[in-house]
C-alpha cells in the first residue's frame, strides 16, 4: 500500500507540473463561502444545498495521504443508480479577498477503499486512497467529454457559465470491484491566470464532497461486472470460467484484439502463429498506421496482418526480407516481441533458467518478462525458449504484459 500511494504521490506531482504560478501578487486565499458561490451541484435536476445532503450525519474516516498520515473524519452522501450530477460554473463571483473575478472551476473524482492495515476508529475501517483515477489511469466521469491532455491529467476544466455531468457510471467504473468504497469529489476554483498544473497551491481553493454507494446501486454494479464476465463463457463453447486464460481471452475480447476463431469458438489450444501474436499486440497497442514501405517479399495488402507486419518491422520487432507469417510462435519469440514493444528495458539481472544461455539474443527478454510476473518458466528450472505456445498463452502473456 506505501509504494502504492509512493507512485501516487509522484503521479500527481508530475500531473500538477512544475511551472511559476502566475496570479496577482495582492492574491490572498478565499474563503471557503467564496469558493461554494462559484458553482452549483445540480442532482438529479434539482440544486442541492452544499451545506445539506453532502454534508449528511453519516460519517467515515479516511487516510489524507497528502497531508501525512492524519485520519480525517468526514461526511459522505449516499449514491443511488439513478443519481447524476450536473455541475455549472456561475460565472462571476464577487470574492472577499480578490473582488470580482471570473473563475474557472477544476474538477476530478478520486476513490478510497477500506484498509486492513490500518487501525479501526471508534470500531470502523478507515478508507485509504490507494489509487486515484482523476488523471486518467481509467476511462471515467463524463462520457464521451474527458480526454488525457498534454500534461497527462484527465481532469475537467470547467469555464463560467459552462457545466459538466457526472453520471452514475463513472461511480461505477472507479470501483475496482470493491464496491465498498468512498467517493472523493474534489472541486477546485482557479484565480484568473492560474493554471490547474501550477506547483503551488496558491491561486486555488478547493472544496471536497465525499460519496458511497447504497445497496441498490451496490447491487446493480455486481451485476453488471457478473454479465460482462459471462460474456466469454457464454459466447465461446471451449472457453470455460475456470480456465487458466478465461481472463485474458475476456480483455483480449472486449479490447478487440481478438474475436475468436468462428463464432463460438477460440481454439485456446491450437498453436499461435507469427502472424496472430504481433497481429493481437498491434491491436493492444492502438492499431497504429504503419509508415514505412512493406519491406517483406511473401505478404499483401490484402493479408489481415498486413499492417501488423509492417509496424512490427518498423518497431524492430522484426526483420528480413520475408515475414514467415505461418511461423509457429515459439515461446523466446513471444517474449522477445513483447519486451521490444515495451522499448526494450534493461533488466536488474539475468534469467536463471539452465536452458537460456548468456548469450542468446533473447535472454534480456526472458529476464524482463520473469521480472514482470509475464511468466516464470515451465518448471524445473527451464524457461523452453523452443516449446511453441498456444492461443490461450499467448492472450495470457498479453493480459500480462499490457491489461
Known amino acids: 500500500m506505501k509504494k502504492n500511494l509512493l507512485s501516487l504521490a509522484l503521479a500527481l506531482v508530475i500531473c500538477l507540473g512544475l511551472?511559476?504560478?502566475?496570479?496577482?501578487?495582492?492574491?490572498?486565499e478565499a474563503a471557503l463561502g467564496d469558493i461554494s458561490g462559484t458553482f452549483t451541484i445540480m442532482r438529479n435536476g434539482t440544486v442541492d444545498e452544499k451545506s445539506g445532503i453532502y454534508l449528511s450525519e453519516k460519517k467515515a474516516y479516511i487516510l489524507n495521504w497528502f497531508e501525512g498520515d492524519d485520519k480525517t473524519e468526514i461526511?459522505?452522501?449516499?449514491?443511488?443508480?439513478?443519481?447524476?450530477?450536473?455541475?455549472?460554473?456561475?460565472?462571476?463571483?464577487?470574492?472577499?479577498?480578490?473582488?470580482?473575478?471570473?473563475?474557472?472551476?477544476?474538477?476530478?473524482?478520486?476513490t478510497y477503499w477500506p484498509s486492513d492495515e490500518l487501525e479501526k476508529v471508534d470500531g470502523e475501517a478507515v478508507y485509504e486512497g490507494g489509487s486515484s483515477n482523476w488523471w486518467g489511469d481509467h476511462d471515467h466521469f463524463v462520457d464521451g467529454m474527458l480526454e488525457r491532455d498534454e500534461h497527462g491529467c484527465n481532469s475537467v476544466l470547467v469555464k463560467p457559465g459552462e457545466?459538466?455531468?457526472?453520471?452514475?457510471?463513472?461511480?461505477?467504473?472507479?470501483?475496482?470491484?470493491?464496491?465498498?468504497?468512498?467517493?472523493?469529489?474534489?472541486?477546485?476554483?482557479?484565480?484568473?491566470g492560474v493554471s490547474q498544473y501550477e506547483d503551488s497551491f496558491e491561486g486555488m481553493v478547493e472544496q471536497h464532497f465525499y460519496f458511497k454507494l447504497d445497496s441498490d446501486a451496490k447491487s446493480a454494479i455486481d451485476k453488471e461486472v457478473e454479465k460482462d464476465s459471462a460474456i466469454v463463457t457464454n459466447k465461446f463453447a471451449d472457453v470455460k470460467s475456470?480456465?487458466?486464460?478465461?481472463?485474458?481471452?475476456?480483455?483480449?475480447?472486449?479490447?478487440?484484439?481478438?474475436?475468436?476463431?468462428?463464432?463460438t469458438t477460440f481454439s485456446p489450444g491450437e498453436t499461435c502463429s507469427?502472424?496472430?501474436?504481433?497481429?493481437f499486440l498491434w491491436r493492444a497497442n492502438g492499431s497504429p498506421e504503419p509508415t514505412a514501405a512493406n519491406p517483406f517479399a511473401d505478404i499483401k495488402t490484402a493479408d489481415y496482418f498486413y499492417k501488423a507486419a509492417l509496424w512490427a518491422a518498423e518497431k524492430g520487432l522484426v526483420s528480413d526480407s520475408t515475414f514467415g507469417p505461418n511461423t509457429d510462435c515459439t515461446r523466446a519469440m513471444t517474449v522477445e516481441y513483447l519486451w521490444k514493444a515495451a522499448g526494450s528495458p534493461a533488466p536488474t539481472s539475468k534469467a536463471s533458467f539452465t536452458d537460456v544461455?548468456?548469450?542468446?539474443?533473447?535472454?534480456?527478454?526472458?529476464?524482463?518478462?520473469?521480472?514482470?510476473e509475464i511468466t516464470s518458466g515451465t518448471g524445473g528450472g527451464n524457461f523452453s525458449p523452443a516449446a511453441t505456445c498456444t492461443r490461450g498463452q499467448i492472450v495470457t502473456f498479453l493480459h500480462r504484459t499490457m491489461g
Not at 19 to 28: E, G, I, L, Q, R
Not at 182 to 192: C, N, V
Not at 248 to 255: D, L, M, S, T
Open 19 to 28: 511551472t511559476v504560478p502566475v496570479f496577482a501578487t495582492d492574491w490572498k
Open 75 to 110: 461526511n459522505y452522501a449516499v449514491v443511488a443508480p439513478t443519481d447524476t450530477w450536473v455541475i455549472g460554473n456561475t460565472g462571476s463571483k464577487t470574492l472577499t479577498a480578490s473582488g470580482n473575478a471570473i473563475y474557472s472551476i477544476n474538477i476530478w473524482l478520486g
Open 163 to 192: 457545466t459538466t455531468t457526472i453520471p452514475f457510471s463513472a461511480f461505477a467504473q472507479m470501483t475496482n470491484g470493491n464496491t465498498d468504497c468512498i467517493y472523493k469529489l474534489t472541486i477546485r476554483a482557479l484565480y484568473p
Open 242 to 263: 475456470d480456465d487458466y486464460f478465461a481472463d485474458a481471452v475476456q480483455w483480449a475480447v472486449e479490447r478487440n484484439i481478438t474475436s475468436g476463431t468462428s463464432e
Open 274 to 279: 507469427k502472424a496472430q501474436i504481433l497481429t
Open 357 to 372: 544461455p548468456d548469450n542468446a539474443e533473447y535472454a534480456q527478454a526472458v529476464a524482463w518478462a520473469v521480472e514482470n
